[in-house]
């Protein structure tokens, strides 16, 4: 179990949004406050990592033919633990996600996971894996949320941050967050569902070079190695 490569592939290199290209849906609705970024990214995190421990636990058992059934049962089971958790503590988070908490249940993200990765690994190494490939969701959607906030009405941490008695984090959706210029400057385009997508293509065009630049310069210097090595 190679820890490091695991973070390096959730939060780069085999980012779930950014590379692998799934989960974009809810990415692209949810992301129009820092708010619901985080809550929604915290609460896939907890699930994907639950289910990743729980599905290799059992991977040995699990006839191959109802597998994705199996794999649907137990992410429903913590979709609907961690919704009932948000509807009895942040009612304001559950009611701003909406139906994208549900939803998880069939988010390409935690199923892709369990058939790729966790039936085929230890316990341990799934949980890594979970907690990996969450944090790279979640750092998508932060990014997300400040672009879209910052530049879409000059705000930041709309819903998290309130200044007002002193800074302070709110959990109700509250906080009217740090405004810094005027709204009415801001691209207002860009709090609208086309925002999301504008965005998210801008971050995956800007992954996809680095991408690739990375890999160029990885292929140049093994041939440069094999050079050496003919000399």
Do not use: W
Not at 114 to 135: H, P
């Amino acid at each position: 179990m190679n820890i490091r490569k695991q973070f390096k592939e959730g939060l780069i290199t085999n980012n779930p949004v950014l590379v692998q290209l799934i989960g974009m849906c809810a990415t692209m609705a949810i992301t129009t406050s820092l708010f619901n970024g985080v809550g929604m990214g915290l609460s896939v995190t907890v699930i994907l990592t639950c289910c990743n421990v729980v599905i290799s636990a059992i991977r040995k058992i699990i006839p191959d033919e109802i597998r994705l059934a199996i794999f649907v049962v137990v992410i429903a089971g913590f979709v609907t633990i961690v919704d009932l958790l948000l509807q009895a503590f942040i009612p304001a988070l559950s009611e701003a996600l909406g139906v994208f908490i549900p939803l998880i249940v069939v988010n390409c993200i935690i199923i892709g996971r369990a058939e790729a990765f966790c039936q085929k690994n230890t316990v341990g190494a799934s949980f890594i894996d979970g907690i990996a490939q969450g944090l790279g969701y979640t750092m998508v959607l932060i990014v997300m949320c400040v672009i879209r906030e910052f530049f879409g009405s000059g705000r930041f941490g709309g819903g998290l941050i309130e200044l007002s008695g002193g800074f302070r984090f709110t959990l109700d959706g509250t906080g009217t967050g740090i405004q810094i210029f005027d709204p009415d400057y801001g691209a207002g385009i860009l709090n609208r569902p086309f925002g999301g997508f504008l965005t998210l293509g801008v971050l995956i065009a800007v992954m996809q070079y680095f991408t690739a630049k990375a890999k160029k310069k990885a292929e140049l210097k093994a041939a440069e190695a094999k050079e050496a090595e003919d000399e």
